[in-house]
């Protein structure tokens, strides 16, 4: 839906629009009154190079913006769901109280939630969103501007992803562990002696309940040999409970010492209760005798 010089939709009535794809561009891609609007897909662009608004209670109010949120003066809901799509205009997302009187009547009964999508400024903007009203409803995506920390829901806090763009990081599911050490010791049997390495891994920061934590010990070659009797064993030590700024240890043992100088690989992880993926890291490959050094 691609119009000149004017608004690509304008919804100020009850009702539901949803939009899961395509392209809508215009002077303003939306402009939502009242009602609901829900986005998962699609391409939003809002042409004009500069912002045009006028306090109307009849009629369309800014131009500029790819999605425009200025609430109707009766007071209708106006709810605005985004967990895909890109945006792209003088900004992205703006929300304004547009309304005609004296004095200006309030903004009420308006919701906004962001939790995906992409949203960047054209035309010399400079925010990819701005809004006069509503704050706390910004969970995720990725933004050509940093986002205001009013604009971030609770938990959540602006990031810089560090390649030009910027989102929040989910503060109440944060983790961050390091491969701390790496010991090893000899131990002399009736028999043989055998190696042991113990990788230490410590929580730097852990922010939520851990659900899985571990340690992937990787003897390359060791583990490569055929017809072999070794008694080899990668040994995790779990506490009852994951703390900050504690460490946990993992043990292989029983390493021959003919592999005494043989590289081993481990790595660690561990997954927070409601994120998605696990967090990792990796130890420096290490032999016995070069830790004991």
């Known amino acids: 839906l691609v119009t000149p010089d004017s608004t690509a939709i304008y919804h100020p009535q009850p009702g539901t629009l949803n939009i899961h794809g395509g392209l809508i561009q215009s002077a303003t891609g939306i402009e939502m009154r009242t009602g609901t609007l829900n986005i998962d897909g699609g391409k939003i662009v809002g042409l004009n190079s500069t912002l045009v608004s006028r306090n109307s209670n009849d009629g369309n109010t800014v131009f500029g913006p790819a999605l425009v949120i200025s609430k109707h003066i009766t007071d209708a809901p106006l709810a605005i769901h985004i967990t895909g799509g890109e945006f792209d205009g003088l900004y992205a997302i703006y929300e304004k109280n547009h309304m005609a009187g004296t004095p200006q009547p309030p903004v009420t009964q308006t919701t906004i939630d962001i939790q995906d999508g992409v949203f960047k400024t054209r035309n010399g903007g400079t925010e990819a969103i701005y809004s006069q009203n509503i704050t706390g409803f910004v969970t995720g995506g990725t933004f050509s501007s940093p986002v205001a920390a009013e604009y971030c ?141």
């Open 153 to 293: 829901a609770e938990g959540f806090a602006p990031v810089d992803n560090g390649d030009g763009t910027f989102g929040v990081s989910d503060n109440t599911k944060t983790v961050k562990i390091s491969a701390d050490a790496v010991d090893a010791i000899k131990v002399t049997g009736e028999t043989e002696t055998t190696g042991k390495l113990r990788f230490i891994t410590k929580v730097d920061k852990l922010t939520g309940t851990a659900s899985s934590f571990g340690t992937y010990i990787l003897p390359l070659d060791v583990f490569e040999k055929n017809n072999n009797n070794w008694d080899l064993k990668a040994v995790v030590e779990y506490k009852q409970s994951i703390n900050e700024d504690d460490t946990y240890a993992a043990d292989l043992t029983g390493i021959p010492e003919e592999y005494f100088n043989k590289e081993i690989m481990a790595q660690s992880f561990m997954v927070v209760e409601g994120a998605e993926n696990a967090v990792i890291c990796d130890f420096d490959a290490v032999s016995v005798n070069g830790a004991m050094q």
